[in-house]
């Protein structure tokens, strides 16, 4: 079979074709489009807007978060000698409890908004 | 392309995207569902290419990847379309649509574009999103597949 044969074939079988149904209306397709392109237009916006406040409550959360760092630095240097001895005699660097207490405030804040969120 | 703009250019190409979509998918009964889709992501992509051809075959690759889409959401190989044809019409028709039922769908994609469609090689590598130097050896070979099935029709 060469290539005009076919190419008459197919033509003609696609000519031919007849449908029961008729075609699907095009102004409900045009007015489906047009409605999912308001509603993500509408969902843009609202984003855009939500946008600052999300931005804002980040920022307030990280400040919050390094007063209570420093907080936590300033309480520690005010320990009485007593007790800072004590745990130098315990065996216990008084440099890896702060470091401790500093790593403990961020982890706490994590493991708290992620079961907020779950 | 404004809602006339729409309408016109759906009246020309609907009846061929149909043809298309039966011919290579082989089920009626997803033609038209998959035909309103592909004409709703063409809206929304706001496609703004060039002429009517670069639309034309921007809507036939859609079409195409929505049914690649229906056939792995469905996790199943494309029934071969055994429905036969409502209309009585030539009996070469029947013949072809027996044969491309027994064809892969990469075949009939190629054939029907090719011969149907009447689409260049560089067309076809467009519209199938393959390598346009494939696209020769491709469609050779699924010439040679269809008209082994054919001869061996008429035999």
């Given at each position: 079979m060469n290539e005009d044969e076919l190419r008459n074939l197919f033509q003609r079988s696609r000519n031919e074709e007849r449908w029961p149904e008729p075609l699907p209306d095009p102004a409900a397709l045009w007015r489906r489009a047009r409605a999912a392109d308001l509603l993500a237009k509408e969902l843009r916006r609202r984003e855009r807007a939500a946008s600052p406040l999300l931005t804002a409550r980040r920022l307030a959360g990280w400040a919050a978060l390094v007063a209570a760092e420093l907080a936590a630095l300033a309480g520690f240097s005010e320990i009485p000698k007593p007790a800072l001895d004590a745990l130098v005699n315990a065996g216990v660097s008084p440099w890896t409890v702060a470091l401790l207490t500093l790593a403990a405030l961020p982890a706490a804040t994590l493991v708290y908004r992620m079961r907020r969120e779950a | 392309m404004d809602e006339p703009e729409f309408e016109s250019f759906y009246?020309?190409?609907?009846?061929?995207?149909?043809?298309?979509?039966?011919?290579?998918?082989?089920?009626?009964?997803?033609?038209?569902?998959?035909?309103?889709?592909?004409?709703?992501?063409?809206?929304?992509?706001?496609?703004?290419?060039?002429?009517?051809?670069?639309?034309?075959?921007?809507?036939?690759?859609?079409?195409?990847?929505?049914?690649?889409?229906?056939?792995?959401?469905a996790k199943r190989s494309p029934e071969p379309p055994v429905e036969r044809p409502h209309a009585g019409t030539a009996e070469t028709r029947l013949d072809l649509h027996a044969a491309l039922g027994a064809l892969k769908p990469?075949?009939?994609?190629?054939?029907?574009?090719?011969?149907?469609?009447?689409?260049?090689?560089?067309?076809?590598?467009e519209i199938l999103e393959v390598k346009r130097a494939s696209v020769r050896v491709l469609l050779f070979r699924a010439r040679a597949r269809l008209s082994a099935l054919l001869q061996g029709e008429k035999t």
């Amino acid at each position: 079979m060469n290539e005009d044969e076919l190419r008459n074939l197919f033509q003609r079988s696609r000519n031919e074709e007849r449908w029961p149904e008729p075609l699907p209306d095009p102004a409900a397709l045009w007015r489906r489009a047009r409605a999912a392109d308001l509603l993500a237009k509408e969902l843009r916006r609202r984003e855009r807007a939500a946008s600052p406040l999300l931005t804002a409550r980040r920022l307030a959360g990280w400040a919050a978060l390094v007063a209570a760092e420093l907080a936590a630095l300033a309480g520690f240097s005010e320990i009485p000698k007593p007790a800072l001895d004590a745990l130098v005699n315990a065996g216990v660097s008084p440099w890896t409890v702060a470091l401790l207490t500093l790593a403990a405030l961020p982890a706490a804040t994590l493991v708290y908004r992620m079961r907020r969120e779950a | 392309m404004d809602e006339p703009e729409f309408e016109s250019f759906y009246r020309a190409t609907a009846d061929r995207l149909r043809a298309y979509l039966y011919r290579v998918g082989g089920e009626r009964r997803i033609v038209d569902d998959l035909l309103q889709e592909a004409y709703f992501r063409f809206l929304r992509s706001k496609f703004a290419g060039g002429g009517e051809e670069d639309r034309v075959r921007y809507l036939f690759r859609i079409a195409t990847n929505l049914l690649k889409d229906h056939w792995a959401a469905a996790k199943r190989s494309p029934e071969p379309p055994v429905e036969r044809p409502h209309a009585g019409t030539a009996e070469t028709r029947l013949d072809l649509h027996a044969a491309l039922g027994a064809l892969k769908p990469a075949d009939r994609e190629m054939l029907w574009l090719a011969y149907a469609e009447g689409c260049s090689h560089a067309e076809i590598a467009e519209i199938l999103e393959v390598k346009r130097a494939s696209v020769r050896v491709l469609l050779f070979r699924a010439r040679a597949r269809l008209s082994a099935l054919l001869q061996g029709e008429k035999t």
